[in-house]
DNA sequence: TATGAATGAGTGTTCATTCAT
DNA sequence: AATGAATGAACACTCATTCAT
């Protein structure tokens, strides 16, 4: 009666419904979220959901899959890997944060809310995983002349955990994005200095004008 | 039956619970963790739970309470405030880190846990921001000639946020704590880079004196 | 199992709910029935009677309404309203009484629970305030030379009383209908006496012409 | 501490629980009172109702008996039983309704929500008879000349009834009390009519001046 | 005498899921 | 292809009642 009893091919039906699961989800929560609530927000029958998407979980599961897929990519249209492995990190950050702030309402919210459910502890760490190796070997590439025994590996867990929470930070509108952005890529190629202490200095002299 | 059917003071009772109520909550989630479930943990019956701590909602947030107690205490227990504030921030994260990988099951979990119901988002957000502020104040003190519009506000976000992805590394036992909070100390007072690259230099000419 | 599994249109399923209902509230009462034992004797499932009526109280409430409407248009259809209203009164009383013997089970007990939950006081009240009204005007017109200053509202509350009362007795099945209707009206038309007391000629002298 | 652990003689702590428990039934019904509302009413502990009562059943049995009591009492204390039948009447329903007016809380409401449980509604009859056979006696010896067959227990029914009704009236303070008295008292003696239609007047013809 | 501590049993309610059409 | 109708199973919560002190 209201637009929902069409016919409609089985990609279209699904992104619907994919839409008003993630709306839904990312503003209730997983458990607070019902399948009534989803099929009135896509203006289906609760059947179709279970016809397309078999579970509560397997719908997740596909939200979070389609989220984080658009995600990556967006991510990744925005960045030229030819550039120095600096202005790859610069760049990739720019893309990270601003996908975030354009898309506020999907991919933090459901990326925080899948923490809900046991059931998707290991797909988030998965994804974060994925994340982090990546973030790494731009790490490895772009530092020249590394410290001796300098990991990589937990460095990029660091960044990547003040990635999210700056995100987190840029998603619920307090925070610049460009303004953040600069002061991630700094804080991670040069620290907390401005001019450093004493002890800094022996380590990192400063720049010679 | 197991010997927990004795009468007991008041306070005990309270710690006896908490102490199941922790322990679902952390393993289980909350909204997968059942009342009942807890009283069995507990050994008690659930009528207890709810004399004690009047609902569901209410008991997680004394559980969140005292283990966030706990937390703070411990931390701020082995820090010496008449340090440097440089050497405060490193005995800080120490001390952070190593309570994380002693009490593994309770704190990060129980604390990750706290964001499936939108009633505690607000608890969690306010317990961050404390921290933030004062990982912010700590940055403030212990850079001594900071660039102008240095932003340590949002620097103590990202910190805070690397500190977190960090322990939680700590907290499934991937990491050892002393390399770990030697990385972030490293990380955050000096960046990534043993030294920076040419191309580095060129993109951030130090402010000249 | 017992012939009650089938689909049923809503309208069908509605009226099986409020039968169940009304039957074991009118039996039990309010508090001392329990919808698991409504379904049981609607053979439907719990959910069901949540999803057509959406609470307990509600579930009542719609028991009620559906039995007084019943207990208004049985009335109302034996009522001739051309008639004087002295025997339109009379008329009514029958009907009325003659409903509740031919209606034991449901209406007079249900209204009498009623008033167990302090959420229908009210919803009861109002009912028996707007028959008042009905009486009090039938009343009006029915009194030719009526005395000054008679309050025919709050005769109306003590026939509505002595109504109310030996309709229960009828209710039981103590009391033959007919014989309770005469009694009623002739008490009402008439008061108590056959012939009154010599006292009394001295306490209520007539009006004066 | 609150001035309850003191050692009270048991007529005493009989009447304080006693008290209590008319109270929260009064305003809160039956099912809808708990044990624990009247325990700390009482100031007492709740093991002592139960060890002076036995059960909230036998609790409410208690309120109901002492009220009944208190309720006869009252109204027995009121009356002359050496007057005239129709004085007596009189008199009855004046110290009847100012009983009511004068214990608004407790005997109607509680009266009203002993229907609540099916375990009352025995004992609710039971007095209700006995004051319908005190009525109907008065009726009987009241009236000189009845008329043949008249039923006086029919009618006492109904008098109880509307003076139910109107003692309700009453207790909600809607009424006055003396007004109610009058008008119960005429009503019963003579009926409604000031002047009688033209039928009546055949039946009752009007006292001579 | 008096009570703080404790619970068995039950209630209303919700939700993911499936069947019959 | 699509849905209105239906439910099994569980959950949060409450209360009358009793025990140990």
Redesign the interface.
């Known amino acids: 009666m209201a637009g929902g009893t069409k016919r409609l091919p089985r990609a279209v039906r699904e992104q619907q419904m994919l839409d008003a699961a993630v709306q839904m989800f990312s503003v209730?929560?997983?458990?607070?979220t019902s399948m009534d609530a989803i099929a009135a927000q896509a203006e289906i029958s609760k059947p179709m959901l279970y016809l397309y998407y078999g579970s509560k979980e397997e719908l997740f599961g596909a939200c979070l899959d389609r989220e984080l897929s658009r995600f990556v990519e967006s991510v990744r249209a925005d960045i030229d890997f030819t550039q120095?492995p600096?202005?790859l990190l610069s760049t990739a950050v720019v893309a990270f944060l601003s996908y975030i702030d354009a898309n506020r309402a999907s991919w933090i919210v459901l990326y925080?809310?899948a923490?809900?459910?046991?059931a998707f502890a290991h797909t988030v760490r998965e994804g974060r995983e994925k994340i982090i190796d990546l973030v790494g070997r731009l790490?490895t590439s772009?530092?020249?002349?590394?410290?001796p025994g300098?990991?990589f590996d937990?460095?990029a867990?660091?960044?990547?955990?003040?990635?999210?929470?700056?995100a987190?930070?840029v998603s619920t509108g307090d925070?610049d994005v460009h303004?953040?952005a600069d002061?991630?890529i700094?804080?991670?190629?040069?620290?907390?200095?401005?001019?450093?202490?004493d002890?800094?200095i022996k380590?990192?002299p400063?720049?010679p004008?």
């Open positions: 209730n929560g997983y458990h607070e120095s600096k202005d925080t809310q923490t809900s459910s046991q790490l772009g530092t020249r002349h590394p410290e300098t990991d937990m460095m867990v660091a960044l990547v955990g003040a990635g999210e929470a700056v987190n930070r925070t303004e953040a002061l991630m700094n804080l991670f190629w040069r620290g907390l200095k401005g001019k450093p202490t002890k800094d380590d990192t400063p720049t004008g």
